[in-house]
């Protein structure tokens, strides 16, 4: 019983900590991509704007 306080209920509660961080890390991950392509994608749609102006003009 001894050894399961000092080395099976530290591991544990470790591995769950470790869990918990890397699923916040997967997600925080995720979102940040999805911003970026989102950014990227306003972007692009105005550049195309921009350039679908230039050669209606000439």
Known sequence: MR???LFV?????TSVCGFLLHSAYI???NRTIDQLNNQQ???ARQ???SIQLTFRRR
Not at 9 to 13: N, Q, S, V
């Open 27 to 29: 997600e925080v991950e």
């Open 9 to 13: 209920i530290p591991i544990l509660l």
């Open 41 to 43: 994608l306003l972007a």
């Open 3 to 5: 050894y399961i306080r």
């Open 47 to 49: 550049a195309a704007k």
